[in-house]
């Protein structure tokens, strides 16, 4: 059974976040489709088949922005999410926009050796969350 939503807490980031997940989903369809008024610290973000499954903000977080030292074996995210993509030229225009939107490289396009069925490629976000978009070649 597929998940119906996912929320992300963000804390004091919610702006950082935001235009940081807009600028990295926008290559896989995702737009805001509800919240970021004035004054909301929260929004839902989603494909026009989706609605608004997921969400940042609604909830607080007091991490800090991590530093990274160059070193990802030093980095540990404390989340990891997945997103499905339509085709290898998907994953690699979203690493691209992910890389030019301040994310942190954590695995580049290509097949995964755990399994060649996967194309994937992976980011860190600016909270240090794990962020993967992956095709299914089979």
């Given at each position: 059974m597929a998940f119906a939503h996912i929320s992300l807490p963000v804390g004091s980031h919610y702006i950082a976040m935001r235009n940081f997940y807009t600028a990295i989903l926008k290559p896989l369809g995702y737009e805001i489709k509800l919240g970021n008024?004035?004054?909301q610290e929260f929004c839902g973000l989603g494909t026009n088949a989706s609605g608004p499954i997921f969400w940042l903000g609604l909830g607080p977080?007091?991490?800090t922005l991590p530093k990274y030292d160059g070193n990802l074996e030093n980095r540990i995210a404390p989340i990891h999410l997945a997103f499905e993509a339509a085709s290898?030229?998907?994953v690699d225009e979203w690493?691209?926009?992910?890389?030019?939107s301040g994310g942190v490289d954590?695995?580049?396009p290509g097949k995964r050796q755990y399994s060649?069925?996967?194309?994937?490629?992976f980011v860190l976000d600016p909270l240090g969350n794990n962020i993967e978009v992956v095709y299914n070649l089979e």
């Open positions: 008024g004035e004054g977080s007091n991490r290898p030229k998907e690493y691209e926009t992910a890389i030019k954590n695995g580049k060649r069925a996967f194309y994937a490629a």
